[in-house]
């Protein structure tokens, strides 16, 4: 009988012990806003490009890398007016980002751009 009390005390023991060492998740909080991804600050931004010398090679190029910038959701590039008019989520990128972004293609020494107006949205 001596070893079976033995046995039940170190039972409960390791029990216990196990127990009070294993992390418990119902207890923790957690911080709400890091879970919760910020709402799309939407703006639209028409940008004056120079530098654009025919409407294949340059405007679909622009455009198209435009499109592809994370943070821009929809861009157009006019080659007749030299505007390229980007909507874009503000928390992601922004209007100098932008202009850099394509004064920076095909090597930045090619095209420049510069803000005409800019319109925020919701």
Same mark, same amino acid.
Do not use: H, W
């Given at each position: 009988?001596?070893?079976?009390?033995? $046995?039940?005390?170190?039972?409960?023991?390791?029990? !216990?012990?196990?127990?009070?060492?294993? +992390?418990? *998740?119902?207890?923790?909080?957690?911080? !709400?806003?890091?879970? &919760?991804?910020?709402?799309?600050?939407? *703006?639209?931004?028409?940008?004056?490009?120079?530098?654009?010398?025919?409407?294949?090679?340059?405007?679909?190029?622009?455009?198209?890398?435009?499109?592809?910038?994370?943070?821009?959701?929809?861009? &157009? &590039?006019?080659?007749?007016?030299?505007?390229?008019?980007?909507? $874009?989520?503000? +928390?992601?990128?922004?209007?100098?980002? !932008?202009?850099?972004?394509?004064?920076?293609?095909?090597?930045? +020494?090619?095209?420049?751009?510069?803000?005409?107006?800019?319109?925020?949205?919701?």
């Amino acid at each position: 009988m001596n070893k079976k009390a033995i $046995f039940l005390l170190l039972a409960i023991s390791a029990t !216990l012990i196990i127990s009070c060492s294993i +992390n418990d *998740e119902k207890g923790k909080t957690k911080d !709400l806003k890091s879970d &919760v991804p910020k709402m799309a600050k939407m *703006e639209t931004v028409s940008l004056a490009i120079s530098g654009m010398t025919c409407e294949i090679g340059c405007a679909k190029t622009i455009q198209s890398k435009l499109s592809k910038k994370e943070g821009v959701a929809d861009a &157009v &590039v006019v080659f007749t007016d030299s505007i390229a008019t980007i909507t $874009f989520n503000s +928390n992601k990128t922004s209007t100098e980002d !932008l202009s850099s972004f394509i004064t920076g293609i095909a090597g930045g +020494n090619l095209y420049s751009a510069s803000e005409i107006r800019s319109k925020k949205s919701l």
